[in-house]
């Protein structure tokens, strides 16, 4: 398996990885804690897992090999990206299926309209 070439520690990634992460996109002005209260870190690491290798089977977020996502924030900073993809072409073109049904297309379809 191959050894992450990033950060050795937490302290690490969150002086280099994060730090310049939300430097470029702060995390969301929201408080990340538990419904008791308790706060969440930005990261849970080596020191939070007893007998378990991080840096072999995890790595951080943002640094190969990407398990914790590509964003360093992971979404803190950033919610999700969504992507608009056209529908598929149909028999009548690509844009047909854009355009609004026509009224009279429907009625013949079926008596009432819906299938």
């Known amino acids: 398996m191959p050894e992450s070439n990033g950060s050795k520690s937490k302290s690490d990634w969150l002086e280099k990885t994060y730090a310049k ?4 996109a702060p995390e969301r002005d929201y408080p ?4 008791d209260g308790a706060l969440v870190e930005p990261l849970y690491a080596p020191e ?3 007998g378990w290798d991080y840096l072999s089977r995890l790595s951080f977020p943002g640094e ?4 914790r996502g ?3 924030t992971m979404y803190r900073g950033r919610l999700w990206t969504m ?3 056209p529908p598929p072409a149909g ?4 844009l047909r ?3 609004p049904p026509d009224a009279d297309r429907i009625r013949l379809r079926s008596p009432d309209g819906y299938r």
């Open 64 to 67: 190969f090999p990407y398990t």
């Open 97 to 99: 299926s854009l355009r």
């Open 32 to 35: 990340f804690d538990t419904s």
């Open 83 to 85: 992507l608009s993809l």
């Open 91 to 94: 028999p009548d073109g690509p």
């Open 70 to 72: 590509v964003q360093p």
């Open 48 to 50: 939070d897992m007893d």
């Open 21 to 24: 992460s939300v430097a470029k």
